[in-house]
């Protein structure tokens, strides 16, 4: 288990981003959160097995492919302190 920390930035508000977000973490059994930040980036903070973390930026990648213009991860350890994957 890792927690990786991501800032998605170019055109990622207003287009169902966190949603989709959402829907796939939960498919992939990631917990954490997903949040539209004031300078129009995505934030998430998810946990769980590496490889998972990886698909769903790989799917997210795909899902929108001319609106994610850079991805910033920064991995750290689990802290295991989420139930389940959100909105905030």
């Known amino acids: ?9 170019g055109t990622v508000q207003g287009i169902g981003f966190r949603y989709t977000c959402l ?15 004031p300078d129009g980036r995505v934030e998430a903070l998810v946990e769980g097995p590496h ?3 990886e698909e769903l930026i790989t799917i997210l ?11 910033d991860v920064e991995w750290l350890e ?11």
């Open 51 to 53: 490889e998972m973390i």
């Open 23 to 37: 829907s796939f973490a939960r498919e992939l059994s990631l917990t954490g959160w997903v949040k539209n930040l």
């Open 1 to 9: 288990m890792v927690r990786a920390h991501i800032y998605f930035s």
């Open 78 to 88: 689990a802290l295991e302190e989420f139930d389940q994957f959100s909105i905030i």
């Open 61 to 71: 990648k795909a899902q929108f492919p001319g609106n994610i213009k850079q991805h």
